[in-house]
Each structure stands twice: as C-alpha cells, then as structure tokens.
C-alpha cells in the first residue's frame, strides 16, 4: 500500500521526511512512498482537492488508503505506531515521549512560529503594530528555548539516550533560530542538542527534501529570497481577510 505525503519544503514539513528516512535507518522497510509537494505561494492548500484530504489546509498531510491525517505531530505519531521502533518507545517511555511532541505542537510550533512570521514575512504590517507581537512571542521563543534547555541537562536527547519523535518534532523549529531571529545562543545544551541531531544521516536526508544538499544548512541568497517572498504571501493580512 502507497503512502501519499503531501508536503513542503518548510519546518513542519521537514518533520515528516525525516521520520521517514529515520524509519529506514532503523531498519524498518517502509512501503512505496509518494511525495507530492503543495505550491503553498500558489495557495493549493485552499483548493478543493487538498482541502478535501485537510481541512486545515496546511501542509503536511498523509493519505494511507482510506485513512487521512492533518497535523504534523499526528502523523508522527501514527507513522512511529504503524511501523514500531525506538522512535517512539512502548511502556512508560512512550508517554515520555508524546508528552514533549504535544509540547511542540501547542508550544513551540506556534511561538517560534508567529515570532518568524512577524520577524520576516509581514511586510504588510507597520513597524509600530509588529512591536508587540515581536516582544511576545519572541519572549515565549526564548523561554520554552530555556524549558528545552533544562531537559536537555545530562541528556542526549529530549527523552534522554535514545532519539524519539520528540527530537523530531523540535528540531525543524529550532534549528531555524536564525531565521526567526530567536537567539539562543545562550541555552548550550540545545545549541550542542542542534548539532548531535543535524549529525544523524536520516535527519541530513529528511531535511534534504525540497532543498539541494549543499543549502540544507545554509541557505542561498535567491533561497532565502524565495522563502522571504512565499512566506510573505501566506502572511499577508490581504490574503487571510480574503479567506476568512
Ligand atoms: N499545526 C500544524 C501547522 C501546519 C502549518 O502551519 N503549515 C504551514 C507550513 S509550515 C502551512 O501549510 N502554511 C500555509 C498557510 O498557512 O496557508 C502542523 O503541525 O501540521
């Protein structure tokens, strides 16, 4: 049985090719697998077809025969329970680990999420309107960068010796910190946590989707313009008044 991952190249899109190739490091033999990515700047995420598979209409989304899943952090979670592995363990681990995905998803998904969204798409805001949401969710970045820090302590992993799905989760947010401008160079253990997760050869394949291999790490400038210029017409308050 196919199954159909309709995604971009963006962090929450990145978490799911990487589970994927991190499956296969695992040694799990992982049925046909087709990517199809979503022209977000084209806005196909509002169009019947997608909408019909997310309601949402956000990418990612998966389609595994009759079953449709939206949100980035359930299909992890529905990927790690069809093909069982360390990645998301059984017994009392496994609540360890879901308690940290659900934290990203609720937590650092939407903070580092609206701090990159004000820092570097929306131009279509006033300087002075933007102050404030900058301050706050930069704020919140920084302080659930600290709560990160904190579990980090005397750990590998966010669970501790073993990668789960709680690395992965996380780690497309953090590892953007520049992007969003949320400076954590002052939490050493997420900063050394970076690097040991870009190190694992299926995360550097996961992260390779949508990007060449030599930008993965450091993106072009004509990159960062086209990621500048699509994030900007996904943030424009034109478009959302349009949609609502
Ligand atoms: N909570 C959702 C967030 C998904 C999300 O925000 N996806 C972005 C790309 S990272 C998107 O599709 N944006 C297009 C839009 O908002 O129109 C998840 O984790 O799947």
């Known amino acids: 049985m196919t199954l159909e991952l309709l995604t971009a190249p963006t962090p929450n899109g990145w978490k799911v090719t990487i589970l994927l190739e991190e499956l296969r490091e695992a040694g799990v033999a992982l049925p046909e697998v087709v990517i199809r990515t979503i022209d977000l700047s084209a806005g196909e995420q509002f169009g019947e077809a997608f909408t019909a598979i997310n309601p949402n209409q956000k990418i990612p989304a998966l389609v595994d025969g009759e079953r449709r899943l939206m949100e980035s952090c359930a299909i992890l979670q529905y990927l790690a329970e069809k093909f069982p592995t360390d990645l998301l363990p059984e017994g009392a681990g496994r609540w360890d680990v879901l308690q940290w995905v659900y934290w990203q998803a609720a937590n650092v998904g939407p903070a580092f999420g609206n701090k990159l969204a004000y820092t570097r798409y929306m131009d279509d805001v006033a300087e002075e309107q933007k102050a ?102 996904i943030a424009s308050n034109e478009r959302l008044r349009s949609e609502v």
């Open 132 to 233: 404030h949401p900058l301050e706050r969710f930069g704020k919140e970045a920084r302080r659930l960068a600290g709560v990160l820090d904190r579990q980090l302590e005397g750990r590998d992993f966010v669970c501790g010796h073993r990668f789960s799905i709680a690395d992965i989760a996380l780690y497309p947010w953090l590892r953007g910190w520049k992007w969003s401008k949320v400076d954590i160079t002052d939490r050493p253990n997420v900063m050394a946590w970076i690097d040991r997760v870009r190190a694992r050869p299926g995360v550097g394949r996961g992260l390779a989707y949508g990007v060449p291999e030599h930008e993965i790490d450091r993106w072009s400038p004509e990159r960062r313009a086209s990621y500048a210029s699509t994030g900007a017409s």
